[in-house]
């Protein structure tokens, strides 16, 4: 199993979208008999929906995300509580949880969903993600592959966590500090030379709100000049150098 991770590891750096990192990371749980995984990234919003990546059925994933059932569902109410890895499934569903959340679990296995590995992805204490194994059935091929790799498919969740989310949460923290996408935009056109007029121009919007948003960018960096503004978006940023 150390090559299926290494070709995995290899293959999952030279990705540069989802998809390709999505049959990635199929193929090689495939090679643990895990036919099916998805990976939820948590809103950190309230109105903003979760993000999931993987092969689960097309029209479940649409079902799940469009009706917020991360909201609902007693396996990410797990993730969120604990960091460990948990195998869950439909005969392990308990009889106090709710009529919904039953039947949510009902309606996953119509899909071929009912029992799994999940693996909690958790940031500073804050629970980001969960990435799951699935199959259609559990049988001991499930907790013997759970019980003599659960390290590497860790580790695999983890890659895959990283990854997906430089692809579709591109990071905006400079020095530490969270700058909204306007103010990165203002601010990687000043680190390129470029005055308020010229990033207006750039962004369609006018010099005085590209000042703005560049004045409050100084203001969250608390410095008082662009150039230092652009010195800790440089030291924060290695491919600009």
């Not at 995995?8 to 749980?29: I, Y």
């Not at 689960?56 to 009706?67: D, H, N």
């Not at 509580?81 to 996953?108: C, I, T, Y």
């Not at 008082?224 to 010195?231: E, G, H, L, P």
Request: one cysteine or more; aromatic letters at 8%; a positive charge.
């Amino acid at each position: 199993m150390h090559h299926t991770f290494q070709t995995f590891a290899e293959q999952l750096h030279d990705q540069p979208d989802a998809d390709g990192v999505r049959q990635v990371f199929a193929e090689a749980a495939s090679a643990f008999d895990l036919p099916r995984f998805a990976c939820l990234l948590l809103p950190q919003r309230p109105r903003v929906l979760a993000q999931v990546v993987g092969t689960y059925p097309a029209k479940w994933i649409t079902r799940y995300v469009e009706r917020r059932y991360e909201r609902l569902d007693p396996v990410i109410g797990q993730a969120t509580r604990m960091a460990e890895p948990f195998v869950w499934g439909l005969d392990l569903v308990s009889p106090h949880l709710s009529k919904p959340q039953q039947q949510l679990f009902h309606e996953a296995a119509e899909f071929g969903i009912r029992c799994g590995f999940t693996i909690p992805i958790h940031d500073a204490g804050r629970p980001i993600a969960a990435i799951t194994y699935a199959t259609d059935q559990r049988g001991p091929g499930l907790q013997r592959v759970t019980d003599r790799h659960t390290e590497a498919l860790q580790l695999m969740a983890m890659c895959l966590h990283a990854r997906l989310r430089r692809l579709l949460t591109p990071d905006r923290t400079v020095a530490g500090v969270v700058l909204s996408p306007r103010q990165l935009q203002c601010l990687k056109w000043a680190a390129e030379g470029k005055s308020a007029w010229a990033i207006g121009k750039i962004l369609g919007i006018s010099e005085r709100t590209a000042q703005f948003h560049l004045d409050n960018a100084k203001a969250k960096l608390g410095v008082r000049s662009i150039c230092q503004a652009v010195a800790k978006f440089s030291a924060s940023n290695p491919t600009m150098h």
